[in-house]
């Protein structure tokens, strides 16, 4: 199984300042079709997961443009470029490409 | 807009039985492959299982393997999970995804499963 490892765990920042989330896989993740089916899943309190970012860099419908993704092979990042008080949850990274599709353990994102 | 209503849910006895089922709305079901991922409470995600559109193909998480069966309805746009042998362990909350070009691009509600004597 391809594990996803996450960092840090926890993350407290001020408003307005930028975060940063990183997501190393133990296999690349590009996939036989040469796509790298690496997503971002937000999931505030009390809520399911939603799509942020998928295929390493995409935003989806919908996403604010201060979320943005990063990375290729086994490194990726999820960026905030300036926090807001709706952004607090629980952030996770995510891969398709192989079976079992696995999750990362992901990063509690919290206002300092 | 695309809806995913899961139901099912409940408190059952280990070595019990539940069916899931997930209604979805506002898509073409029966063109999309979709997804049953589960959550144990204060936990991470774990994916269970996958279904391609007509149901021709399935795979599963080692841990459910045997036990699980996921299967559909593209008549009546439902998504299915048949949970056997139930464990303490398999208490969670489960969602219904939809895949979207191997990404998980929608989320139910989710429905609440809790195995307990």
């Known amino acids: 199984d391809i594990v996803m490892t996450q960092t840090p765990l926890s993350s407290p920042v001020t408003l307005g300042q930028p975060a940063s989330i990183s997501c190393r896989s133990s296999?690349?993740?590009?996939?036989?079709?040469?796509?790298?089916?690496l997503s971002w899943l937000q999931q505030r309190p009390g809520q399911p997961p939603r799509l942020l970012i998928y295929?390493?860099?995409n935003r989806f419908s919908g996403v604010p443009a201060r979320f943005s993704g990063s990375g290729a092979g086994t490194d990726f990042t999820l960026k905030i470029s300036r926090v807001e008080a709706e952004d607090v949850g629980i952030y996770f990274c995510?891969?398709?490409?192989?079976?079992?599709?696995?999750f990362g353990q992901g990063t509690k994102l919290e206002i300092k | 807009e695309v809806q995913l209503v899961e139901s099912g849910g409940g408190l059952i006895q280990p070595g019990g039985s539940l069916r899931l089922s997930c209604a979805a709305s506002?898509?073409?079901?029966?063109?999309?492959?979709m997804h049953w991922v589960r959550q144990a409470p204060g936990k991470g995600l774990l994916w269970v299982s996958r279904?391609?559109?007509?149901?021709?193909?399935?795979n599963y998480a080692d841990s459910v393997k045997g036990r699980f069966t996921i299967s559909r309805d593209n008549a009546k746009n439902t998504l299915y999970l048949q949970m056997n042998s139930l464990r303490a362990e398999d208490t969670a909350v489960y969602y219904c995804?939809?895949?979207?070009?191997?990404?998980?691009?929608?989320w139910g509600q989710g429905t609440l499963v809790t195995v307990s004597s």
């Open positions: 995804v939809r895949d979207w070009y191997h990404t998980k691009d929608y």
């Open positions: 506002g898509f073409s079901f029966s063109t999309s492959w």
């Open positions: 279904i391609t559109s007509d149901g021709s193909n399935t």
């Open positions: 296999q690349s993740l590009v996939h036989s079709d040469g796509n790298t089916y």
């Open positions: 295929k390493i860099s």
């Open positions: 995510t891969q398709a490409t192989q079976f079992p599709h696995t």
